[in-house]
């Protein structure tokens, strides 16, 4: 089946720092990607929706100068968390859509960003 | 707007036994309706989907059945294993969405040997 994979799986930043985040998929091309977060014991939030080739949409609320998105090619988008604080922990989770109409996104394994 | 509602867990239950998750939706038009599976340190993994009134998604032994009149799309599987302990995720797709989906809380799920 179609893997996506995310790296770092897990990493720890001071307050005030960048942290950047990838996502692949594996074995297939995948003309957007999505990017969550997931809080403790709650739901995936969407954060905003990647285009290969185009600028990202975010979703209300979500900082566009914080969370900046690129997907340079369509095996790799990365989230770049800016100027990082402690409220920016979280786990993120990615996820890649061929948009062939199978209608299924293939999540990867999420990073836990732990900021100190 | 869109939204999804699932049970609380964690849900203990023993080897065999049945398991019904509740997943209840509000939205307008047609949603299309999906169960992911979080297993320990592993990514979301369908489970199974349902792109119509009364359509009925199964996989592994789990079933759901899309009830538009009771906006509902409750997951079941009549003997559950211990491998099948995770995060169940309710999540539908909007009409006029082509790829996002809006999640549920997510329900764990233990089952005990």
């Known amino acids: 089946g179609a893997v996506v994979s995310q790296h770092p799986s897990r990493v720890i930043c001071k307050s005030g720092t960048s942290v950047k985040i990838e996502c692949r998929s594996l074995d297939f091309q995948a003309t957007t990607m999505f990017w969550y977060r997931q809080f403790p014991k709650q739901s995936l939030m969407l954060m905003a929706t990647s285009n290969e080739g185009s600028k990202a949409t975010y979703e209300q609320g979500v900082e566009k100068d914080k969370f900046l998105i690129n997907h340079a090619s369509l095996t790799l988008s990365t989230l770049t968390v800016t100027s990082a604080h402690p409220e920016d922990s979280s786990f993120y989770i990615c996820?890649?859509?061929?948009?062939?109409?199978?209608?299924?996104?293939?999540f990867g394994p999420g990073t836990r960003l732990t900021v100190t | 707007g869109d939204s999804v509602t699932q049970m609380e867990g964690p849900v203990t239950l023993s080897e065999e036994a049945f398991l019904t998750i509740n997943c209840t939706y509000t939205?307008?038009?047609?949603?299309?309706l999906f169960w992911y599976v979080q297993y320990p340190g592993e990514g979301l993994q369908l489970l199974l989907k349902?792109?119509?009134?009364?359509d009925k998604g199964s996989n592994k032994g789990f079933e759901a059945t899309y009830r538009k009149e009771t906006t509902s799309f409750h997951l079941e599987k009549g003997s559950v294993q211990v491998s099948d302990s995770a995060v169940y995720f309710c999540?539908?797709?909007?009409?006029?969405?082509?790829?996002?989906?809006?999640f549920g809380a997510g329900t764990q799920v233990v089952v005990t040997p």
């Open positions: 999540a539908l797709r909007p009409t006029d969405s082509w790829g996002k989906l809006q």
């Open positions: 349902a792109t119509k009134a009364d």
């Open positions: 996820s890649a859509y061929t948009g062939t109409g199978i209608y299924e996104q293939y």
């Open positions: 939205a307008t038009g047609y949603p299309s």
